[in-house]
């Protein structure tokens, strides 16, 4: 079946500085979410992609997916303690199915 | 803010009693999911229904759990026979047709003793 890898599992870092998580699809992609889980809560949609190479950006936050259409990636410029939580990649290929990624948990460290 | 909601937000169960989870779709949504969560671990996929009948299903949906939405309204996931390993959290999310953004409802949690 169709596998979303998120690396790193954890990251850890200090308030202001950057973060970026990858995530990588077994098979190409038609579209891709990412979505945010904060502790003990449930994951919020942040933001889809569909073009080969799309870039977007949502203030400090910037997602990008591959021009092969089977990875992408998030970044969070000065991250905020505001930014802890669970980031999680939903891939979808063919029919109505999001298979989510591993997930990379960020901590902010004031 | 329309929002899916979920009950019971927290249901604790005997091993290889029956459980039925409920949600209720945002209304003008068509395409409706469960996903589970194991504390800690990612997002599981477990079945897509679209104009009532399964559309979808993962390895992880088996003979054990079965879909309906029995009054139009409510989308439910039974498991039939619970077992220690169906333990976690039980996720519905909802879509319209003509966007891909799934809203999540709040989750129930199962604890299977």
């Known amino acids: 079946g169709q596998q979303v890898m998120q690396i790193p599992q954890y990251q850890h870092v200090q308030e202001g500085e950057d973060f970026t998580t990858y995530c990588n699809s077994s098979?190409?992609?038609?579209?891709i979410q990412w979505y945010k889980q904060r502790p003990g809560g449930h994951p919020v949609f942040l933001i889809q992609?569909?073009?080969?190479?799309e870039v977007k950006k949502q203030k400090r936050l910037t997602f990008q997916f591959g021009e092969a259409k089977k990875n992408s990636s998030l970044h969070i410029t000065a991250t905020q303690t505001t930014d802890v939580g669970t980031y999680f990649c939903a891939g979808r290929s063919t029919g109505n199915q999001f298979y989510f990624g591993t997930g990379t948990s960020l901590t902010v460290i004031p | 803010e329309p929002e899916v909601t979920q009950t019971p937000s927290h249901q604790v169960t005997q091993m290889g009693q029956e459980v039925i989870l409920r949600c209720v779709p945002i209304?003008?949504?068509?395409?409706f999911y469960w996903y589970r969560q194991i504390l800690g671990q990612k997002v599981e996929f477990l079945v897509s229904f679209y104009n009532n009948e399964i559309s979808e299903k993962s390895e992880i949906f088996d003979d054990q759990f079965s879909v309906e939405r029995p009054d139009g309204s409510n989308f439910t996931l039974k498991i039939r026979s619970t077992k220690l390993e169906d333990s976690a959290m039980y996720f519905c999310?909802?879509?319209?047709?003509?966007?891909?953004?799934?809203?999540f409802g709040e989750g129930s949690r199962l604890t299977v003793l």
């Open positions: 098979t190409t992609l038609s579209n």
């Open positions: 992609l569909v073009k080969s190479g």
């Open positions: 999310a909802t879509r319209t047709e003509n966007t891909g953004e799934l809203f």
């Open positions: 209304s003008n949504h068509l395409y």
